[in-house]
């Protein structure tokens, strides 16, 4: 009878065991799920702040130059489009080493306008890991012609 009551014992030891291994392994994979979609959380938000501060830089400028030389980016002429590519750091400066490639573009609309003319920028912010875009924002402002001075 002694007997039969310490396998009784071994069997139910046995299946709390397996039940607390079923309820860890649920466990691990949803805390992993969890930090994997925090990790993905936090990497838009530091895309968004970038984006953020690159274009209130494009609407406190008022020209591609000044837009330039207050945002440090050195942007080149193609077509009547000012483009650059750069890799940049989770803080938004540019680093050989970033894990975000920042596309900028600097369009001016009508630029022979007497009245004034559209500057259109267009960035778009790439994971560098995955190649796959986390920000894509296009923005518009008016320029007014400024008078000569005299």
């Known amino acids: 009878m002694k007997q039969k009551k310490n396998i009784a014992f071994y069997v139910e030891s046995l299946l709390l065991t397996l039940f607390i291994l079923i309820i860890t392994a649920t ?55 000012w483009q650059k590519q750069l890799q940049i750091d989770s803080f938004g400066n540019p680093s050989r080493d970033g894990i975000y490639y920042l596309d900028v573009s600097y369009q001016i609309s009508s630029p022979n306008s007497t009245i004034g003319q559209f500057a259109q920028l267009h960035l778009i912010i790439t994971a560098k890991s995955n ?20």
């Open 27 to 81: 466990l691990v994979r949803m805390f992993a799920t969890a930090r994997s979609q925090a990790i993905n959380a936090h990497a838009l938000t530091q895309t968004q702040q970038i984006a953020q501060n690159v274009t209130d830089t494009f609407y406190a400028s008022d020209s591609m130059q000044e837009f330039s030389s207050l945002s440090g980016i050195e942007l080149s002429l193609n077509s009547d489009i």
């Open 131 to 150: 190649n796959e875009p986390l920000i894509d924002v296009t923005c518009e402002k008016y320029l007014p012609l400024t008078a000569p001075a005299s």
